[in-house]
């Protein structure tokens, strides 16, 4: 069974081999807990007395699926420990009037990120999505997939076999785990389609999910979201695609200032932010 929590303005899921229970869930966007592991998520945020980690915590509390949150003045870090998606998790703080940058979910190594971008030449703001992965158990990994900008419609999300994405989607290869779904008795769905989302007027969708996948399985390879299934276009700016990398563990990104630029992670944020990040 995938567990399916909607977020956002996503307006449906479709999910292959999905069982009756999990359309419902999809449909009803109910969260299940007991059915996914907690997992710990740390945040930078902009705290200045207890009365903001209070005022941050109430939103937080808020949501379905959160079991404990802890903050430390000092380092401007707030943990939480449940089951909600972490782009939830930053709206839900944002909603305060604050800004959140996600430093760390999960174990050491079982944590990943896909930046999506289009790479088509006539869009400035290239980055129009963002898929975050943190692996809870030994065969689940949750996916937080989110997109902005895009033009409405069914979107597909597949996971391909390389990680060349030089000439964009073409470049990807094939659906990773293609060929051995099709060879195998019975045939099953492919582990790398992930299925689609639906996005609305506003050009904003999003989905929290479950795969039977490992973070090792997934590192290096690209993701592609698209329309179309087959013969992707360059050009097409609704054509976003990425590279899976991993991306720091809960308590393995204490940095506050870039060794590189000598900026501040939240002059980074805003440099990011108006470049389209999520």
Known sequence: MQIVRRCQDAVSIYLGGQSKTSRWLARKGKAFDN???PFETTFAVPLSCQS?????STSLHKLDGIHNVSADLKTQLISITGTAAPS???SAIQDTGRDAILRGSGKAESAAVCILETHATSVQDQVRGLIRMVQVAPQLTLLDMTLRGVSPGSYNVTVREAGDISQGAASTGGVWDALQARQASPPRPARGVFGTIEVGKSGLGSVFLDKPIQIWELIGRSIVVS????GFDREDPDTLVGVIARSAGVWDNDKTVCSCSGKTVWEERKEQTAKGML
């Open 52 to 56: 903001c980690i209070k005022d941050v």
């Open 227 to 230: 329309r179309k299934q087959v």
């Open 35 to 37: 059915m996914i592991p």
């Open 88 to 90: 939830a998790i930053v």
